[in-house]
């Protein structure tokens, strides 16, 4: 059975991660900050670590649900670092090309737009809170992979 500190961290880093897709949203719908095809595979990653956090928190073995949740860490690191690369390169885009129109023909984005479909270009990045939104992204997944690497190294009672 899970220990409680173990089902309660990965319980909590779900629920960080729901709460900056929620905050994405926010951005997208109130603030009217389009995302692009990366912003939009970095909250399917988000997601994916939230996945993998309930996986563990509500399995038997919670280092199986942790190791879900880096492997998609990992993944939003390498791709918000794309990110990044682009931003700083002006030259080098992802802007509207067939990775745009791949995400947006998958069923996710089909049913439901207002989450997973990308409008916005890459080499625009709107500030918030000081930093730019792939740099938050940066941050958030630089955080979540030390914890799920600290949730499968600590040892349990």
């Known amino acids: 059975m899970n220990s409680p500190k173990s089902r309660t961290i990965l319980l909590s880093t779900a629920a960080v991660c729901l709460l900056l897709v929620a905050v994405a949203l926010y951005l997208q719908h109130v603030q009217d900050m389009l995302p692009c095809p990366m912003c939009v595979i970095q909250r399917y990653l988000f997601l994916a670590v939230a996945i993998g956090c309930l ?16 492997a998609a860490a990992i993944g939003g690191l390498g791709v918000v670092g794309k990110h990044l690369y682009v931003l700083a390169n002006p030259g080098f885009s992802c802007g ?4 745009t129109t791949m995400l947006n023909k998958i069923p996710t984005a089909t049913y439901l737009p207002w989450l997973f479909e990308a409008d916005g270009l890459c080499t625009k990045a709107e500030m918030f809170l000081g930093l730019s939104v792939p740099q938050w992204s940066a941050v958030w997944f630089a955080i979540l992979t030390a914890t799920m690497i600290w949730v499968l190294v600590r040892r349990t009672a």
Request: glycine fraction near 20%.
């Open 55 to 70: 996986i563990g928190a509500f399995g038997r073995k919670p280092k199986i649900g942790a190791a879900l949740g880096l």
């Open 96 to 99: 509207i090309d067939p990775m």
